[in-house]
């Protein structure tokens, strides 16, 4: 399993694409949020939408959901095939209702499933997307009121949807055998709604070393060297899991 970030920024990064990855496994292509600047940002690394086999959501923020538009009505009118979509089945009507309904409807094409073939998933259950990938969806907290979900590929590799600190998640996955981590990271304190790097820093250096931060501010590279045995994820470079 391979992932390459197309974008490591926070929402309101301006050197940094928005903090959307894609992950390869024996030729499937996996996109794991689709932001805003995703379209752009897919076209600069290189790729376009039809060489991408699903799409999958953590959760309904612009930075995650924003390019969801983009790709229906790219996939439908220059490419004439229904990309499929992975979601919590939380988040299924939300997404329509509250995102895309207004953009995406026209006569009769007036459903989610107009656009995408809808596979809802259920936290806590794993489900095979591809050959050698799995997931699991973890709700993790983020914001009062805002479902948000978090990923375990084939139970090695942990990925942080937008979420508070949350110590014993942590070490209960690194006890579990996850061996690497992908944690969204503020660096300026107080986190709020992600966790900050204040908070990531007080983790055991033993779950530090499997931890790589991502959807960062624009401030990063001042922060290199203060991250204890954490590392920043670098966008568009390519990491084997
Ligand atoms: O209660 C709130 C809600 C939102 N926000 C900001 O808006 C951003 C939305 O995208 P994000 O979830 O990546 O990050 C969020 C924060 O930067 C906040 O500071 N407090
Ligand atoms: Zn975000
Ligand atoms: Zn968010």
Redesign the pocket.
Known sequence: MQITMIGTG???AKRYDN?NALIEANGFRLLVDCGITLPKALHEAGLDFAQLDAVLIS?I????VGGLEELAFQMMFRYQRKPVLYIAEELVQPIWESTLRGGLTQESLNSLSDFFEVRPLKAGETYELAKGLNVRLIQTK??AGKASFSFVFNERFFYSA?MKFDSNLLQALVDEGIETIYH?C?LESPG???ASLEQLLTLPEAIQEKTWLM?YGDAMEQYKGKTGRMRFVEQRKRYDI
């Open positions: 926070s929402a309101f903090n959760h923020h612009g930075d995650h983020h914001i937008d969204d503020q709020v709604v992600h959807h």
